[in-house]
C-alpha cells in the first residue's frame, strides 16, 4: 500500500469516526405492532382474537425477545434511534474495513 492510499484510508476512518461521535441517541431492535391479550375477563376484542394492537420496541438479547410497551407517543422517537443504530452499525463495519486494509497493508 502506498503511502497516499494510506493517508487516504487515515482521512476516511476519521471522517468516519466524526460521524460515529455525533451519533449519540440509537437504540438497537425494532418498533413493531404486536397485538396483545388484556387482562379483562370477557372483552370482547380479546374473545373475538383481534385483542389490542399496539407500538412495542423489541429486541432480541441471547436469544430472547425483550419487549418494551412505547405506544403511538414514542414509537416515531423509537424508530429514529431504530435507524440511527442501524447507521451506526454501518459506520462501525466500514471502519473494520478501513483498520483491515491498514492492518495488512492491501486494500480488498
Ligand atoms: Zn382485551
Known amino acids: 500500500m502506498n503511502e497516499q492510499t494510506r493517508r487516504r484510508l487515515n482521512v476516511e476512518r476519521q471522517r468516519?469516526?466524526?460521524?460515529m461521535h455525533s451519533?449519540?441517541?440509537?437504540?438497537?431492535?425494532?418498533v413493531v405492532v404486536l397485538r396483545r391479550p388484556c387482562s379483562y375477563q370477557?372483552?370482547?376484542?380479546?374473545?373475538?382474537?383481534?385483542?389490542?394492537?399496539a407500538l412495542y420496541h423489541t429486541v432480541?438479547?441471547?436469544?430472547?425477545?425483550?419487549t418494551?410497551?412505547?405506544?403511538?407517543?414514542?414509537?416515531?422517537?423509537?424508530?429514529?434511534?431504530?435507524e440511527a443504530y442501524r447507521r451506526l452499525e454501518a459506520l462501525v463495519e466500514r471502519i473494520s474495513e478501513?483498520?483491515?486494509?491498514?492492518?495488512?497493508?492491501?486494500?480488498?
Open 16 to 19: 468516519l469516526l466524526d460521524r
Open 98 to 108: 478501513v483498520n483491515l486494509a491498514l492492518l495488512v497493508g492491501k486494500e480488498r
Open 68 to 82: 418494551t410497551y412505547l405506544g403511538r407517543s414514542l414509537a416515531e422517537a423509537c424508530r429514529e434511534q431504530v
Open 60 to 66: 432480541s438479547k441471547q436469544g430472547r425477545t425483550q
Open 42 to 53: 370477557g372483552c370482547r376484542r380479546c374473545e373475538a382474537g383481534v385483542r389490542h394492537p
Open 23 to 30: 451519533l449519540r441517541e440509537f437504540i438497537r431492535g425494532s
